[in-house]
């Protein structure tokens, strides 16, 4: 299965500790975006990213997140001292190109972040 | 601040009914649209993308564009109770950079 592939599915942190979340777009993909999804809230855009680039992370909280997309391996995002706010599902997503129907996403099956 | 507004129901149909789902946006200048289909505890599933207006079908479902009114809509045809989730209204901004969604809808299929 060439899909989005993200991990871990489920990651519990205390308060203060750090949380990386990994994903690997689709093949053929290359640009990654990340969202997340708080309970009972919709899906926000939080950053999207090429490889090595950061194009847009107007949806990026300013302090404690952080993402990468580096040459080789997958996109990464990064949140330093976790609080409780930052429990939520974080989805990654994928595709082709930006513009035309070569810019319609796919998710990957998300991070379940606890902070604790 | 870009907004897509959904209802966010429930909306409860019986089973083979049609199920109509709405969606305004407030950025004129967006140029694609997007739904997607999300069960309970799962990711976001697209369903069917839509770029001019008009209708566009695929099987049971057809999408429903009219910018100059700032709606979407989708159809479901032949409602199963499969089709039971939460359906999300996306809106790609006017840079390509990001998917601006709404709530979503919960939709409920009765057997």
Known sequence: ?116 | QKEVEQNSGPLSVPEGAIASLNCTYSDRGSQSFFWYRQYSGKSPELIMFIYSNGDKEDGRFTAQLNKASQYVSLLIRDSQPSDSATYLCAVGNQAGTALIFGKGTTLSVSS
């Open chain 1, 1 to 116: 299965n060439a899909g989005v592939m993200q991990n871990p599915r489920h990651l519990v942190r205390r308060r203060g500790q750090e949380a990386r979340l990994r994903c690997s777009p689709m093949k053929g993909h290359s640009h990654v975006y990340w969202y997340r999804q708080l309970p009972e809230e919709g899906l926000k855009f939080m950053v999207y990213l090429q490889k090595e680039n950061i194009i847009d992370e107007s949806g990026m909280p300013k302090e404690r997140f952080s993402a990468e997309f580096p040459k080789e391996g997958p996109s990464i995002l990064r949140i330093q001292q976790v609080v409780r706010g930052d429990s939520a599902a974080y989805f990654c997503a994928s595709s082709p190109l930006t513009r035309g129907e070569g810019e319609t996403q796919y998710f990957g099956p998300g991070t379940r972040l606890l902070v604790l």
